[in-house]
């Protein structure tokens, strides 16, 4: 069965792009490449076009992978970027922000913040596979402000109330 498919508006902003696509005809993430690198310039603080198609990120380096290009969300929707699984188990990059959320509003270049969680240098290139982007629905909550909450067998048990690893 094909899912079904939410039209967006999508316009290149750079030449060497790769278009968001799905590998697979299930899939519920489109990949994302990477079409231009920025560094933090030390002296600014601002982030900089590297100007190069590869780079090599320091030990706990964050940078900004630009992908090419930009998107109309539609109205009620939001769109996250996340990391892959392959990225995840196989790389040291981290995307920093996961998942960074993208609100229909937004018309700029999208962007992942990525970063290198060793202690060794690891390089990135332009047309790296960096994560892939889903679309959901956008719910805004109606926030009731009452003086009690409804009791449950949890309770206020939070962080490690179900176990943690190693049972401890």
């Known amino acids: 069965m094909q899912p079904f498919k939410i039209p967006v508006k999508t316009k290149r902003l750079r030449d060497n792009a790769i278009l968001p696509d799905y590998k697979h005809v299930t899939d519920s993430g489109a990949d994302l490449y990477v079409a ?3 560094r933090k310039d030390s002296s600014t603080r601002e982030y900089v076009n590297v100007c190069r198609n590869t780079y090599t990120l320091a030990p706990f380096e964050t940078i900004l992978c630009q992908v090419g290009f930009a998107v109309e969300i539609p109205d009620g929707f939001e769109m996250q970027i996340r990391p892959t699984s392959g990225n995840a188990l196989f790389t040291p990059f981290m995307i920093a922000n996961s998942p960074g ?5 937004y018309r700029g270049e999208i962007g992942v913040i990525v970063k290198n969680v060793s202690l060794e240098y690891h390089t990135i290139s332009v ?3 960096i994560a892939q982007m889903v679309i959901n629905p956008a719910h805004q909550i109606k926030f009731e402000i009452v003086e009690t909450l409804s009791d449950t067998d949890r309770g206020n048990k939070g962080f490690g109330s179900t176990g943690v690893i190693g049972g401890k």
Do not use: A, E, L, R
């Not at 959320?101 to 509003?105: A, F, N, V």
């Open 36 to 38: 231009n690198i920025k």
């Open 101 to 105: 959320t993208i609100d229909s509003c």
């Open 127 to 129: 047309g790296d596979k």
